[in-house]
């Protein structure tokens, strides 16, 4: 319940106590009318029990308050995975409200960093994350929550101003925005997605302002009961990537001006600052997806339940599109990724894609993409493959096409990360060539992301080319990736050249310096064979693909291992 005189005394202990009656008496009556408190407290009264998401909603509801927006813009809201949220802050309560009910439609994970004021509302508690943007200090634990909320994955909103706008003489704008967002998304390497809230208070509000701030402050209330029937404006922005931030090479001081500078541009429909990137696509129905992986061909199951299933494209497919949906999810992940909501091309309408199906989750855990290369190069020719688009390859190619099959495009989404997942993809991919016992060949690009360091990168392009290298002519990358003459003496000078094993481990070894490990995909396809059945083609850089090097690797099945042969394919 709203107390005004205990709000008071929480504010100004000493209040009452210095005041005479005669004065203290009448100024919390005033107060008591300023503040609507016997209407607030009915409404409380009413609504008992409330909490949450639904306490927004009958708030909203009884001030008859609507909000507007492009529908499309929803979707740059990710769905999932944790984000920051910034927004201007024009009425001082009901945008908040208003925005919290506008996110949930796509996400209900959602936490609000919140004023010492906003927090006695005791029915948004569960939403909140307390601090104290009137000066003093938050206490750490407060400011911890916020950093566990993001570590686990939630939609984190703030308001930099962390007060109300004021009218200044380029109209309605917040005043200087505190930098505490810029690093709880550094810190949790989370995009920051700007939402601008298009509203005003009264003109006597922005005159009351400019005299006293504080006064204008016993005015909110007020103000919040003149928007009933009104209409709230929302513009959301593009997500704006974290490295488009922190590689720029700005002062944190002028990063922050700069992105304040980007929300108002944006929300004018004008060009903002910063490169963003679509927010990826929501989930597509759960239903939708069971429908169509019954009819796809069954290649195993595992032994914890999930489901090994091989499937073609289908024009308007749920199924595609979650696939498509997931790449970029994970890709994004690890610094790579096309920057499109989903990631989708023209090859995915005639190669094959393995999935790996959680029936209890509902979730594709991973995929893997075929192309079965005799058809393909058959009708299309060699530019038919994913992997020409990346390497020229010579017409001699061809006859590894013959016997061969093309793999890319593969992930374990996060949620499944640290599971089994990439073993059990592994043995979708032996069912089938156990199945297609022509199958000779592998081949495809297996991507480095551009995030690792450059010198982490030319250290494992030097390893994996100088022991798994080719020099059979087979393929030229359009946009190869090169190591400096002086790094390559530096990488002599680290490795024996001479020692596969103890090289191995130096490589982790300089890896770990800058807390990193050899990528997967790379680990593993190297130690499926014995010596010869590996070799990478070359290497280079898709820039379509956030400029990660994408190792083009050739696996001739002959060669696996014993061990990993009855592993994956069996006898």
Same mark, same amino acid.
């Given at each position: 319940?709203?107390n005004?005189?205990?709000?008071?005394?929480?504010r100004?202990? +000493?209040f009452?106590e210095?005041?005479?009656?005669?004065?203290?008496?009448?100024?919390?009556?005033?107060?008591?009318?300023?503040?609507?408190?016997?209407?607030?407290?009915?409404?409380?009264?009413?609504?008992a029990?409330?909490?949450?998401?639904?306490?927004?909603?009958?708030?909203?509801e009884?001030?008859?308050l609507d909000y %507007?927006?492009?529908?499309?813009?929803?979707?740059?809201?990710?769905?999932t995975?944790?984000v @920051?949220? @910034?927004?201007?802050?024009?009425?001082?309560?009901?945008?908040?409200?208003?925005?919290?009910l506008?996110?949930?439609r796509?996400?209900?994970d959602?936490?609000v960093?919140?004023?010492?004021?906003?927090?006695?509302?005791?029915?948004?508690?569960e939403?909140l994350?307390?601090?104290?943007?009137?000066? &003093?200090?938050?206490?750490? %634990?407060?400011?911890?929550?916020?950093y566990?909320a993001?570590h686990?994955?939630?939609?984190?909103?703030?308001?930099?101003?962390?007060?109300?706008?004021?009218?200044?003489? *380029?109209?309605?704008?917040?005043?200087?925005?505190?930098?505490?967002?810029?690093?709880?998304?550094?810190?949790?390497?989370?995009?920051?997605?700007?939402?601008y809230?298009?509203?005003?208070?009264?003109?006597?509000?922005?005159?009351v302002?400019?005299?006293?701030?504080?006064?204008?402050a016993?005015?909110?209330?007020?103000?919040?009961?003149r928007?009933?029937? *009104?209409?709230?404006?929302?513009?959301?922005?593009?997500?704006?990537?974290?490295?488009?931030?922190?590689?720029?090479?700005?002062?944190h001081k002028?990063?922050?001006?700069?992105?304040r500078?980007?929300?108002?541009?944006m929300g004018?429909?004008?060009?903002?600052?910063?490169?963003t990137?679509?927010?990826?696509?929501?989930?597509?129905?759960r239903?939708?997806?069971?429908?169509?992986l019954?009819?796809?061909?069954?290649? &195993?199951?595992?032994? +914890?339940?999930?489901?090994?299933?091989?499937?073609?494209?289908?024009?308007?497919?749920?199924?595609?599109?979650?696939?498509?949906?997931?790449r970029?999810?994970?890709?994004?992940?690890?610094?790579?990724g096309?920057?499109l909501?989903?990631d989708?091309? *023209?090859?995915?309408?005639?190669?094959?894609?393995?999935?790996?199906?959680?029936?209890?989750?509902l979730?594709?855990?991973?995929?893997?993409?075929?192309?079965e290369?005799?058809?393909?190069?058959?009708?299309?020719?060699?530019?038919?493959?994913?992997? %020409?688009?990346?390497?020229?390859?010579?017409?001699?190619?061809?006859?590894?096409?013959?016997?061969?099959?093309?793999l890319?495009? %593969?992930?374990?989404?996060? !949620?499944?990360?640290?599971?089994?997942?990439?073993?059990y993809?592994?043995?979708?991919?032996?069912?089938y060539?156990r199945?297609?016992?022509?199958v000779?060949?592998?081949?495809?690009?297996?991507?480095?992301?551009a995030?690792?360091?450059?010198?982490?990168?030319?250290?494992?392009?030097y390893?994996f *080319?100088?022991?798994?290298?080719s020099?059979?002519?087979?393929?030229?990358?359009?946009n190869?990736?090169?190591?400096?003459?002086?790094?390559?003496?530096e990488?002599?000078?680290?490795?024996?050249?001479?020692d596969?094993?103890?090289?191995?481990q130096?490589?982790?070894?300089?890896?770990s310096?800058?807390?990193?490990?050899?990528?997967?995909?790379?680990?593993?396809?190297t130690d499926?064979?014995?010596? &010869?059945?590996?070799?990478?083609?070359?290497? &280079?850089?898709?820039?379509?693909?956030? +400029?990660c090097?994408?190792?083009?690797?050739?696996?001739?099945?002959?060669?696996?291992?014993? !061990?990993?042969?009855k592993?994956?394919?069996?006898a």
């Amino acid at each position: 319940m709203l107390n005004v005189e205990q709000v008071i005394t929480d504010r100004f202990p +000493d209040f009452f106590e210095t005041k005479p009656k005669v004065v203290a008496q009448p100024l919390v009556r005033f107060l008591r009318m300023l503040f609507n408190e016997r209407e607030i407290n009915h409404f409380l009264d009413l609504n008992a029990g409330i909490k949450g998401l639904d306490f927004i909603e009958k708030v909203l509801e009884y001030f008859d308050l609507d909000y %507007s927006l492009i529908s499309k813009e929803l979707e740059n809201i990710p769905p999932t995975g944790r984000v @920051v949220i @910034v927004a201007n802050h024009p009425l001082g309560a009901l945008d908040a409200l208003a925005l919290i009910l506008m996110i949930s439609r796509v996400r209900k994970d959602i936490r609000v960093i919140a004023n010492d004021l906003l927090s006695s509302l005791k029915p948004l508690d569960e939403l909140l994350l307390p601090v104290d943007n009137f000066g &003093g200090l938050s206490p750490k %634990s407060n400011i911890k929550r916020i950093y566990d909320a993001l570590h686990k994955e939630q939609a984190v909103i703030v308001f930099p101003a962390g007060e109300v706008s004021r009218l200044r003489p *380029n109209g309605v704008r917040d005043v200087k925005w505190k930098p505490g967002f810029l690093q709880f998304a550094k810190r949790t390497s989370s995009a920051i997605v700007p939402v601008y809230i298009d509203a005003k208070n009264s003109p006597l509000f922005y005159g009351v302002s400019m005299l006293s701030k504080p006064l204008a402050a016993l005015l909110l209330v007020r103000e919040m009961f003149r928007q009933k029937r *009104n209409t709230i404006g929302f513009r959301i922005g593009e997500a704006i990537p974290l490295h488009a931030i922190s590689e720029s090479g700005i002062t944190h001081k002028a990063l922050v001006k700069m992105l304040r500078k980007h929300l108002y541009r944006m929300g004018q429909g004008r060009p903002g600052i910063f490169a963003t990137e679509k927010s990826i696509a929501h989930p597509e129905s759960r239903q939708a997806l069971k429908s169509e992986l019954r009819e796809a061909e069954q290649l &195993g199951a595992t032994t +914890d339940g999930k489901q090994i299933i091989l499937s073609d494209w289908k024009a308007d497919s749920s199924f595609i599109r979650e696939i498509g949906r997931l790449r970029e999810l994970s890709f994004r992940k690890v610094g790579e990724g096309t920057g499109l909501r989903r990631d989708v091309d *023209n090859y995915d309408q005639y190669y094959k894609h393995l999935v790996l199906w959680d029936d209890l989750e509902l979730e594709i855990a991973g995929a893997y993409r075929f192309g079965e290369t005799r058809s393909i190069v058959e009708s299309k020719g060699l530019d038919g493959l994913y992997t %020409s688009s990346l390497f020229k390859l010579d017409v001699s190619f061809t006859q590894y096409c013959t016997d061969g099959l093309e793999l890319g495009r %593969s992930f374990v989404q996060p !949620a499944f990360w640290g599971s089994r997942a990439l073993d059990y993809l592994w043995q979708g991919l032996g069912a089938y060539v156990r199945h297609h016992p022509d199958v000779r060949y592998l081949f495809g690009p297996v991507s480095l992301s551009a995030r690792y360091p450059t010198h982490a990168r030319d250290l494992i392009v030097y390893y994996f *080319n100088h022991y798994y290298g080719s020099h059979l002519g087979l393929a030229e990358p359009y946009n190869p990736y090169r190591i400096s003459q002086g790094t390559e003496q530096e990488c002599q000078r680290i490795f024996a050249g001479d020692d596969i094993k103890a090289d191995y481990q130096e490589l982790k070894h300089q890896l770990s310096l800058f807390n990193l490990t050899i990528p997967t995909l790379y680990k593993q396809y190297t130690d499926l064979c014995e010596e &010869g059945g590996v070799q990478f083609l070359a290497f &280079g850089v898709d820039a379509q693909f956030a +400029d990660c090097v994408d190792g083009l690797i050739l696996v001739d099945l002959t060669k696996v291992k014993a !061990a990993k042969r009855k592993r994956y394919i069996g006898a």
